[in-house]
């Protein structure tokens, strides 16, 4: 189950962060060199933060019969260690390379693969009485869409102009981090490790 109210928080919670990243991003590039990096990674630490708190927020509405789930701690925050240091060279590669086709590609496709990566590490590190497998066309999928939509708002952030804009560029990279997500959850079968059932004939005697 996913919830009802958890798929709409978890987007705002993503478009929250986007914006604020981006608006870092978009700062950067009209500020001194000298304070390019720190905006810059200001605006990583805002975008990862956002996608790991989007992730989390999500996972409070996932729920599997009879699996109570729990998460292990060291891999949880490791997923928000990758995610701001893999969003964080996507920005900083567009931040002093600038909208170039290049840039933008290898940019966003890092700050898609940032995205993903911290979903699937986050993933590894749930723990319950279950086995996972994944559809490994819907995995390729996700990992797609984080890419595609990432490059598309990071090409809106340092493009575009005006507080428009820089709302579709946060509402695109949300599209992204949940696009991403649920996806990536359509893609998972659980495989509840259950009790050996008993033999019928020694069950009718018990």
Not at 3 to 31: E, H, I
Not at 129 to 155: E, H, K, M, N, Q
């Amino acid at each position: 189950t996913y919830g009802l109210v958890t798929p709409v928080a978890a987007f705002l919670m993503a478009a929250l962060g986007a914006a604020l990243g981006l608006r870092c991003t978009t700062r950067s590039l009209r500020t001194a060199r000298s304070f390019r990096a720190g905006w810059l990674a200001l605006g990583s630490l805002s975008i990862g933060s956002g996608v790991w708190t989007m992730h989390f927020v999500a996972m409070t509405g996932f729920t599997v019969q009879e699996a109570p789930i729990s998460y292990d701690k060291p891999l949880t925050f490791s997923g928000l260690a990758v995610a701001v240091v893999m969003i964080g060279i996507g920005i900083f590669i567009v931040g002093y390379r600038g909208a170039t086709r290049m840039a933008l590609i290898t940019g966003g496709t890092i700050t898609g693969l940032g995205i993903a990566s911290m979903h699937y590490l986050g993933m590894a590190g749930m723990r319950m009485d279950a086995r996972f497998a994944y559809d490994t066309p819907l995995v390729v999928l996700s990992v797609l869409i984080a890419g595609v939509a990432a490059t598309g708002a990071l090409w809106a952030a340092v493009s575009l102009r005006g507080a428009l804009s820089g709302l579709g560029a946060s509402i695109l990279m949300a599209v992204a981090v949940t696009g991403m997500h649920y996806t990536g959850m359509a893609a998972l079968d659980v495989h509840l490790h259950l009790p050996p059932t008993l033999p019928n004939d020694l069950a009718d005697v018990l």
